[in-house]
Structures are given as C-alpha cells and as structure tokens.
C-alpha cells in the first residue's frame, strides 16, 4: 500500500499483501506530517507465488528500510505475516560489521510511538529491531512470535536505540537480544517489561543486555498473574517506584547475591511472588 501523504495532514496506508510484504517504505523515504499522525498497517499472507523475488519468498507484514524516516505527532504501526516477521524495522542496511556506522532509520513522534508486530505462522518473530532510532516521550512496543520465535528480537548489526522521555513498554511474552552492546535506552522514562498473555513464556532475566544510558524513571518486571520466574541480578537505582510481579501460581523471584534495587525517595518498591521470594 502506498502513504497518502499531505503536510500538516495524516499519512495513512494500509496493505494486504497475499505473497508479497503489506507495506514497505523502502529506504531512504522519509515521511514527514509537521504534526500529524502517521498510521501504517500492513499484512501478508504465505510465502510463494509466480512473481518470485525476495519479498514473494519472505513476506512480511510491515518493512521500514535503512534510512527511512517517520516523523508525525502520533506514529502507529501495525504489521502481521504468516511466513515472516509480523514488522521489520531498519531492512536492508548497506553498514558492513556489527556497530560499523550510526542507526539513521528514524522513527520520532511528539506524542506516543506505538509499534506492533505479530507472526501467526512458522517460528517467525513479531517485530525485528535492528540500526534505528526510535524517539519519542511515550514508546510502546508490543511483539507476538509464532512458535519458536520470539516477540520482539533487537539485533546489533548496527545497534537500536530507543529513547522515551516519559514511557517505554515492552509487551512481549518473549524477547531476544542478539549481544552486546545490545539496544541503547535511554530518555529517562520509566520502563515496563510485561507478557502479552498472562505469563512471559519462560523465566525472565534482568537485565537482558541493554545499555541504559539514562536512570530509568520507573521499572515495572511482570504484570499481576503472571506465573514464570523473574530473577535479578547488579546494583539498580531508579529514579521512580520498581515493581516485579510474578504472583501467577508458583512464580518465583530471586534477587542473585550482591544484588540491589533502589527506588527514589518517596517511591516504593513492591516484590509480589505466588511461589518464593530467593536472597541468593
């Protein structure tokens, strides 16, 4: 689907592509409202058809190439596939190497960036991250994987960085980080990690290898029900209230030894396990 794009205006498209991606911006477009929203959807199907060529044979639902750039108050994304990632951010980049030039895919909104990527087939992951910026005062990134694979995956050919000044919430029930230096945060935001259903789909570990530039505003590990593990692990202090939630039946947490989480003053800490709570 092709943006219908008027300055000062909303930018919308929508695509539903059968063998192919639903919407691609290729690389180095840059959609620029001057204060309106951006909404993009897309959606593929299955992998095949008589026209070939790398998209016919990976569709996915949503791509944003390598120098593209959103730019809008409001920016919204939605991307589904059934035989790729559900959103692709940052495809096709012409750096050589891990960490071999600065992320200039953009995607930067006044107000509130909301991606969602979801994989309904294969062992497809929901939103694939790579060299970007995403910049805006309240973030939300919400990833469903299909079978083996994972709800959002940052991967560090040519490292994201992600920067809420408010608000960053990742709602995934898995997440994978290719190594280090892993994703940059930063903005100062409060960041709340929290399943998609009820319980992350395994233990969750934090941190996961991140690179916070800024102290975090708030922390928020889990959501009420949630029933996997959560463990701790450094020396954390964080400049808002911290939350870990695993009360689900039999969630555990452990803080590991050596460990510590400080919140601001006038701030609480709430730890809320349904199985044990672990000093070690």
């Not at 035989?83 to 600065?102: E, L, P, R």
């Amino acid at each position: 689907g092709g943006p219908s794009c008027t300055p000062g205006a909303a930018c919308t498209a929508t695509g539903n592509g059968t063998y192919a991606m639903g919407v691609y911006v290729g690389k180095w477009v840059r959609l620029n409202t001057n204060g309106a929203d951006i909404n993009l959807a897309g959606k593929a199907h299955t992998a095949g058809g008589s026209a070939g060529g790398t998209y016919a044979n990976n569709p996915l639902g949503l791509i944003l190439a390598s120098h593209g750039q959103l730019n809008g108050r409001n920016v919204t994304l939605y991307g589904e596939s059934g035989a790729n990632f559900g959103i692709q951010i940052n495809y096709g980049d012409t750096c050589v190497g891990a960490g071999s030039c600065t992320p200039d895919t953009l995607m930067s909104a006044s107000g509130t960036l909301s991606v969602t990527g979801k994989a309904t087939a294969g062992n497809n992951t929901g939103i694939a991250l790579a060299g970007s910026t995403s910049t805006a005062p309240t973030i939300h990134l919400t990833g469903v994987g299909s079978g083996s694979g994972k709800g959002l995956g940052f991967y560090n050919i040519d490292v994201p960085v992600v920067s809420a000044s408010t608000a960053l919430t990742l709602t995934v029930d898995s997440l994978f980080v290719q190594g280090a230096p892993g994703p940059t945060l930063s903005g100062g935001g409060a960041l709340t990690i929290e399943p998609f259903g009820t319980s992350f789909a395994s233990a969750f570990a934090w941190p996961p290898v991140f690179n916070i530039t800024t102290p975090l505003g708030g922390l928020t590990l889990g959501k009420a029900g949630n029933a996997a593990d959560i463990s701790v692990s450094g020396v954390y202090s964080i400049n808002g209230p911290v939350s870990i939630l695993a009360n689900g039946t039999g969630g555990d947490i452990t803080l590991a030894a050596g460990s510590s989480l400080t919140a601001s003053a006038g701030n609480g800490i709430t730890l809320a396990a349904g199985g044990n709570f672990v000093n070690s």
